[in-house]
């Protein structure tokens, strides 16, 4: 499964701003990744994992402006389509899952 965390946050007054910012490093420490400025995601081996990611930023969102978490597939994910200018670039694939016995 892949979470992603979308957001769009005041950013104009400092405070706001270091909402924003602490908001972006919850998400980094947490082990996303940024796809987009506002746009951050997370592979998650499965539906359990990534529902414990999701109540760990739900339990960090900011008091203001907003926040949408989406949870995709793999195979959903695999279907994006990237592009950067006009070029279309693969997708990354999903890191391998490591089990620990």
Same mark, same amino acid.
């Given at each position: 499964?892949?979470? $992603?965390?979308?957001? /769009?946050?005041?950013?104009?007054?400092?405070?706001?701003?270091?909402?924003?910012?602490?908001?972006? #490093?919850?998400?980094? #420490? /947490?082990?996303?990744?940024?796809? @987009?400025?506002?746009?951050?995601?997370? %592979?998650?081996?499965?539906?359990?994992?990534?529902?414990?990611?999701?109540?760990?930023?739900? #339990?960090?969102?900011?008091?203001?402006? #907003?926040?949408?978490?989406?949870? $995709?597939? /793999?195979? @959903? %994910?695999?279907?994006?389509?990237?592009?950067?200018?006009?070029?279309? @670039?693969?997708? /990354?694939?999903?890191? @391998?899952?490591?089990?620990? $016995?």
């Amino acid at each position: 499964m892949w979470l $992603f965390v979308y957001f /769009d946050l005041p950013t104009e007054t400092r405070k706001e701003r270091k909402v924003a910012s602490e908001f972006r #490093k919850m998400l980094i #420490k /947490d082990g996303f990744t940024m796809f @987009q400025f506002s746009i951050y995601l997370r %592979f998650c081996p499965s539906m359990e994992n990534t529902e414990v990611h999701a109540r760990r930023v739900r #339990k960090h969102l900011p008091e203001h402006g #907003k926040v949408c978490l989406m949870k $995709f597939t /793999d195979r @959903q %994910f695999g279907m994006m389509e990237l592009f950067y200018g006009q070029k279309p @670039q693969r997708n /990354d694939k999903p890191p @391998q899952q490591l089990e620990i $016995f």
